[in-house]
């Protein structure tokens, strides 16, 4: 019976190449055909800031990502994603991802940012303008911690790592059976965002005692900054200069209700948009006021122009300005009368002033100030800062994640920049003596030096708190605020209770030459799938060939094959 069979098989594989692969290659496929992806972990990623400003393009310019995943280590780094975390993360090893053609860049940010050292906030703190200062090809994405994400991270880590110590064979067997995680977004390429109108926000309160009165504007941007858009809260820059407009707005609202302290000011508020963006919305508000229009409070007698930035720390106040104040004009009242305030109420704080000439050079203006005085208007801009180059202004790391009890002066503060209440209730409270005085007149009709007009009570610390916290509940990039959001709807409605005449006013970029053009898909879902490395597939198409091709000689030569098995496994006969 074997006999026949063999030859049966002989005769029709012989005959039949064709034949063999019919039958056998449909077994041999459903035996090794792999499982299909699985996906390891969705999570969601904040791309980088893509903008340009002037013409000069800024940020990262692609969105795509389909690559396999890498960290920092591995030695080839070439078309990979390559992953990072934030504690160990360098401008350098940043470089040499970009020096390689990665395909990808991801930063995993810890969602307690309170838990970071103070050093490696500053640090990246002080890269984000690095990193933004030209294009890069390499798209760049920004994720949240959490438990999954950081064992995919482990996992590519111990990957990249070993097979630096291992010997050519090790890293091929080491790289055909590990697991690796293949990186997936889901949104497309990105593109210009086209008719984007950037809001800002207008209000006053009309002095009494004739029509020539002089018009102080009280001014701070909303808007936030930071290396990635969905990811800008902006607490400190520029929540706290809002905040502090704001309750000005309510302070002086009241004392201009009544008869016998409606002052001879009128007060002009102006919350601007697209500040972060060389203000964008003070350039267009003081074209709209100062070129396109016969009446306004800006072509009067314009007495100061107060803008308020990064108000919500530390124990020094500094005026900014491009020009010192002359004696005997309101600006240099202002600024006597804040030195008194200063040194009367509140001896803690130092408060100087800062002289810094506007440089038109510049691509970017250094204080909202500058606008102002470009066009001739006496301004300053009060800031904790001394400097407008500090990395605070412009960070993802400006947020308001502090503990409930610190936000009333107890606990431990948050890394990097925040909000302290208390002390922004007292430079509000600074801010909002010293215009008092300048607009009573108060020194020059002998008033005592430490003379309070609003008490501690008035400056209400729990309405500067709710302001900051509901501010910094949500990213206000300008790429991301509309004229629908509720950012514009909320401010609007504030500035409405207390002030009159409450307008909006929009600026749109030029669409033959624009000054600014902001780019889409900022915010996307990524996918990180399990998969085998390439190298898995070539081995495992030699071996299937490898296993075809025995397979193929063994039925060729059946017969053969049959007569060595049998010689080797028939019992020999004894011989007698």
Request: with cysteine; glycine share 6%; aromatic share 10%.
């Amino acid at each position: 019976m074997f006999e026949e069979a063999s030859e049966v098989f002989d005769n029709m594989f012989k005959s039949s190449f064709p034949l063999t692969f019919i039958v056998f290659i449909p077994a041999v496929l459903i035996l090794v055909s792999p499982l299909p992806a699985e996906a390891a972990h969705e999570f969601t990623v904040y791309r980088m800031q893509q903008y340009d400003l002037q013409g000069q393009p800024y940020g990262t310019r692609n969105a795509i990502l389909n690559t396999e995943a890498r960290t920092v280590e591995a030695e080839v780094l070439s078309r990979r994603c390559v992953i990072m975390r934030l504690p160990d993360f360098s401008y350098q090893e940043y470089q040499k991802a970009l020096r390689q053609s990665a395909g990808a860049v991801v930063i995993i940010l810890p969602k307690n940012m309170s838990a970071v050292p103070q050093d490696i906030v500053q640090q990246f703190m002080e890269l984000e303008p690095e990193m933004l200062a030209t294009e890069t090809i390499v798209p760049v994405y920004f994720a949240m911690e959490d438990n999954e994400l950081l064992s995919i991270y482990t996992q590519t880590l111990t990957s990249s790592s070993s097979q630096g110590s291992l010997s050519a064979a090790e890293v091929l067997l080491h790289t055909a059976t590990a697991n690796g995680f293949q990186m997936v977004t889901s949104g497309s390429q990105s593109k210009a965002i086209s008719d984007w109108a950037i809001t800002s926000l207008e209000g006053r309160l009309a002095g009494v005692g004739g029509e020539d009165l002089p018009t102080i504007v009280v001014v701070a941007h909303y808007d936030s900054f930071g290396v990635a858009p969905w990811l800008s809260y902006g607490a400190d820059s520029n929540a706290s200069g809002v905040s502090m407009l704001l309750e000005l707005a309510r302070l002086f609202s009241k004392l201009y209700t009544y008869k016998r302290t409606h002052a001879g000011y009128n007060l002009l508020f102006f919350v601007s948009g697209g500040g972060k963006f060389n203000y964008q919305g003070t350039k267009r508000w003081l074209e709209d006021n100062l070129d396109h229009t016969d009446s306004s409070l800006l072509q009067d007698n314009v007495a100061f122009v107060l803008c308020l930035d990064t108000l919500g720390n530390g124990d020094s106040l500094h005026l900014h300005v491009s020009k010192p104040p002359k004696e005997g004009t309101p600006q240099y009242f202002l600024l006597k009368e804040l030195e008194l305030v200063v040194a009367s109420q509140y001896p803690e704080v130092k408060f100087s002033m800062v002289h810094k000439k506007i440089n038109l050079a510049d691509d970017m203006l250094a204080w909202e100030h500058e606008r102002f005085g470009i066009r001739r208007l006496p301004a300053f801009t009060l800031s904790h800062l001394p400097s407008h180059r500090l990395a605070q202004r412009s960070s993802i790391m400006d947020v308001r994640s502090v503990s409930p009890s610190s936000r009333h002066g107890a606990g431990e503060p948050t890394a990097g920049p925040h909000v302290d209440m208390q002390k922004l209730s007292r430079n509000t409270k600074v801010v909002a003596e010293a215009l008092a005085r300048v607009i009573y007149n108060l020194t020059e009709k002998g008033a005592p030096r430490d003379l309070q007009i609003f008490t501690e009570q008035m400056v209400q610390e729990e309405q500067l708190s709710a302001v900051v916290d509901w501010l910094t509940a949500q990213p206000r990039a300008a790429q991301l605020v509309d004229k629908d959001s509720s950012v514009v709807t909320t401010l609007e409605y504030h500035l409405g209770h207390y002030l009159k005449d409450v307008k909006r006013h929009y600026v749109k970029a030029d669409k033959r030459d624009p000054e600014f053009v902001f780019y889409d898909q900022l915010k996307q879902t990524m996918n990180a799938y399990r998969v085998k490395p390439a190298i898995f597939d070539l081995l495992l198409a030699v071996c299937i060939a490898a296993y075809l091709g025995m397979m193929y000689l063994a039925i060729r030569n059946f017969g053969v094959l049959y007569s060595v098995v049998r010689r080797i496994t028939q019992p020999k006969t004894k011989v007698h």
